[in-house]
Structures are given as C-alpha cells and as structure tokens.
Nanobody, 119 residues
C-alpha cells in the first residue's frame, strides 16, 4: 500500500519559519515530481510551488524569495521550506506527488497539514 503522509505544520509567529514534509511510504521507486497547494477558509485552493522531474522549480508570486521546494529520494520525502512567514500564509497545506511505482506513474495527495501564522 502506498501513502503520502504530511508533517511539520503548526503555529508560528510572523517572521518565523517552518519546514513541511511529504513522505511516501510503501513500494515506490521514486518521487518524480511534487507540488504544494494551500487553502484558507472560504478561499480557493492555491498552487504554491512545484518541482519537476528535472529539478526545475516554480513559485507563486506571493511566496517567491521566501519558500523553497525540494525532493530527497533517498528518504522518499519532499519538503516545503517556508521562511519569513506572514499572516497571509495561514492555510491548510497539501502535497501532491507523482510517484513511480513499478513501471507506472501515479498521482497521490497528502492528507493536509495546518499552518497558522500569528502576530
């Protein structure tokens, strides 16, 4: 059985930092690509960051210069490093990953983790 499990969310003061983790369990060969999304109450889901199979990254304008996305396939884990957090970063964050399982690629979603930025 393959799962994506998120961790690292919590409460942090404005200006602080958090690192979110998205770990794939089960018999996978690799994480081929990953995206992070967030959704605040009453708001549309927003794409925050992506990393491609070649290592290329893209970020929403609102987080450029503050967030970093990466994959460590030795640990079957992707990360979203969030620095200089602002109150407007408060949301539930979801990871989405393309996982290589045998000869096929599948899309999986994490369960979501709450990030709350206070002032």
């Amino acid at each position: 059985q393959v799962q994506l499990v998120e961790s690292g969310g919590g409460l942090v003061q404005a200006g602080g930092a958090l690192r979110l983790s998205c770990t794939a369990s089960g018999s996978i060969s690799s994480i081929n690509a990953m995206g992070w999304y967030r959704q605040a109450p009453g708001k549309q889901r927003e794409l925050v960051a992506t990393i491609s199979s070649g290592g290329g990254t893209k970020f929403a304008d609102s987080v450029k210069g503050r967030f970093t996305i990466s994959i460590d396939n030795a640990k079957n884990t992707g990360y979203l490093q969030m620095n200089t957090l602002k109150r407007e970063d408060t949301a539930v964050y979801y990871c989405n990953a393309y996982l290589q399982i045998g000869g096929y690629q599948y899309s999986y979603w994490g369960q979501g983790t709450q990030v709350t930025v206070s002032s």
